[in-house]
């Protein structure tokens, strides 16, 4: 699993008011910041900037790529912000992201065909935005987005990443919801007919007022299921050091290769 760290989110009012003034420095800190927890990408959270986005998109993008060159995730409910992002130029730039909603569809399918180095992630929510609730709902979902996918060209599967939408275990039937994620990811390349790249949010799983050890010994017992069933992307809070060391032992345990201890970080 590739940790993705979540942390960069503009709802942040100290992040809100350092891209407003354009605040180069306290941006290149929260970004160093960011690295030292030992992420292997980044989520930047814009949130719905609407008329505000041309002029912070690019610029953010500028000073984060200033810094490094790890992957992006630029995470938006809007579709402009991401061709904004995208047509900066800069590599490694990719799209968080997509559901079955038509105007979602139609927005964004259009932008992955463009753009042939970008990956996607596509949420496994049905077209009215909404979490499957049954048993095998998230498969069923998965069948139509590939479809929709696949009809805007078939190579475009290649850079497709599934979100099964992990939600709160204070939710109804959280459990079985955490479970159904389980499921899913090891399903998925079965009801594709091809490999097929995945991420999880392992944040929500424990969003709500939680006592943090019940939220830590929660994460701890979920990460290594996600592994075992083949995850590839896992956006998490890195500043939790903890979770992300349980991340490391996880993949030394599914990654295939010899085990050592020196290589537990």
Do not use: C
Not at 129 to 143: K, M, Q, S, W, Y
Not at 192 to 221: C, F, I, W, Y
């Amino acid at each position: 699993m590739r940790i993705v760290s979540d942390n960069f989110q503009l709802i942040n009012p100290m992040l809100q008011d350092a891209v407003a003034r354009k605040d180069t420095p306290a941006m290149e800190a929260v970004i160093q910041g960011l690295l030292s927890t030992g992420a292997h990408a980044i989520d930047l959270n814009i949130g719905p900037l609407g008329s505000r986005s041309p002029a912070v998109v690019p610029y953010l993008i500028d000073v984060v790529r200033g810094i490094t060159p790890l992957p992006l995730f630029i995470d938006s409910p809007h579709a402009e912000p991401a061709r904004q992002a995208l047509e900066t130029g800069h590599p490694d730039i990719h799209i968080n992201g997509f559901s079955l909603h038509p105007d979602r569809l139609a927005a964004l399918l259009p932008l992955m065909a463009r753009h042939e180095q970008a990956r996607f992630v596509g949420y496994l929510l049905t077209e009215t935005g909404a979490v499957p609730t049954e048993p095998d709902g998230r498969l069923h979902v998965a069948a139509h987005l590939f479809t929709a996918v696949a009809e805007a060209g078939t190579d475009l599967l290649d850079r497709l990443i599934v979100d099964p939408v992990v939600v709160p275990l204070l939710w109804d039937e959280g459990a079985f919801q955490a479970l159904e994620v389980i499921r899913t990811l090891r399903a998925l390349e079965e009801l594709a007919g091809r490999p097929v790249q995945s991420m999880a949010g392992l944040s929500n799983l424990t969003s709500g007022k939680v006592p943090e050890d019940k939220r830590k010994t929660m994460e701890h017992t979920y990460i290594p299921l996600l592994a075992e069933a083949g995850l590839d992307y896992i956006l998490m809070n890195t500043n939790r050091k903890e979770s992300v060391r349980a991340v490391h032992a996880a993949n030394l345990l599914t990654g295939g290769l010899p085990f050592s201890w020196e290589a537990l970080k």
